[in-house]
C-alpha cells in the first residue's frame, strides 16, 4: 500500500446534562485522493457516517429513527468542498500527522456467549494511521467475511484512528476465529492469536479480550 497525506479537521462541541458533561464531536477527514470522510461521535460512541459511494448518511442502529432527520447527506456535501479547497492550506499545520503509525487490535465477544444461537465477535483496531485497512474474519483458517471500513473510521486526538469490524457466529466446539489485519505498516497481513470455542457450555474465559501490538513486525 503506498502512503497517502490526511489533514484531519475535527469540529467539537460539548453540552451538559443534569448529571454529566458529553462530548458531541464532527469529525471530517480530508486525503489528497479527493475523497472526504465524515463521522459523527458521541462521547467517542460513533452514532453516524457519510456513504459518500452510495450517497447516504448511516446511522447507529441503536438511535431511534425520528433522529435521522436532523443529519441530512446534502449537508455533509459542503464539508467535501472544504475538503477540496482548503486541504492544502491545512496540511501545513504540524498538527497533521505524517507518519505511519501500526495498528493495535483487540478481539471480544459483545457479551456472555451462548451455545447454539447467534453471538457477535468484534474486532477493535485502534491506533493506526493512515486509515487505510483491510479486515479479514477466518473461521479454522477459511475466510468467512471481509471488512474494508475506510467510512466508519474514528479520528483520536493524536490523529492516529480506529474501527470496529463485526463477525456473527454460532459456537461449535473446537471452531477457532481468527481476526487478520492489513496496513501499510505491516511487512505482511497479521492474525490475532485465534479464539477458540472449547467444550465448556457457558464459559467465556477462551473469549477474555486479546490485545496484540503490531509494532514489532
Not at 475538503?83 to 465477544?109: G, T
Not at 486526538?157 to 457466529?169: E, H, I, Y
Not at 479464539?195 to 501490538?213: D, G, H, I, N
Request: hydrophobic letters at 40%; a negative charge.
Amino acid at each position: 500500500m503506498s502512503a497517502i497525506n490526511c489533514a484531519v479537521l475535527v469540529l467539537f462541541g460539548t453540552f451538559t446534562s443534569v448529571h454529566a458533561m458529553h462530548q458531541l464531536c464532527h469529525n471530517v477527514a480530508c486525503f489528497d485522493t479527493g475523497v472526504t470522510q465524515i463521522t459523527v461521535t458521541f462521547d467517542d460512541d460513533e452514532m453516524l457516517y457519510v456513504d459518500f459511494n452510495n450517497k447516504n448518511v448511516v446511522w447507529d442502529s441503536r438511535l431511534p429513527s425520528h433522529l435521522h432527520s436532523i443529519y441530512g447527506f446534502n449537508y455533509s456535501t459542503n464539508f467535501k468542498y472544504q475538503c477540496k479547497f482548503h486541504l492544502a492550506r491545512w496540511k501545513e499545520d504540524s498538527s497533521v500527522r505524517a507518519i505511519p503509525v501500526a495498528p493495535e487490535v483487540l478481539i471480544y465477544p459483545t457479551e456472555h456467549v451462548v451455545d447454539r444461537t447467534n453471538n457477535t465477535l468484534i474486532c477493535f483496531v485502534r491506533n493506526f494511521f493512515p486509515p487505510i485497512i483491510k479486515i479479514k474474519w477466518t473461521k479454522n483458517d477459511d475466510v468467512v467475511a471481509s471488512d474494508n471500513p475506510f467510512e466508519k473510521m474514528i479520528p483520536d486526538s493524536d490523529g492516529t484512528f480506529q474501527v470496529f469490524s463485526t463477525l456473527s457466529f454460532v459456537p461449535e466446539n473446537g471452531d477457532i476465529y481468527s481476526c487478520i489485519v492489513e496496513h501499510e505498516t505491516l511487512k505482511q497481513p497479521v492474525s490475532l492469536p485465534p479464539v477458540e470455542r472449547t467444550s465448556s457450555p457457558q464459559s467465556t474465559a477462551q473469549f477474555a479480550p486479546l490485545w496484540e501490538s503490531l509494532h514489532s513486525l
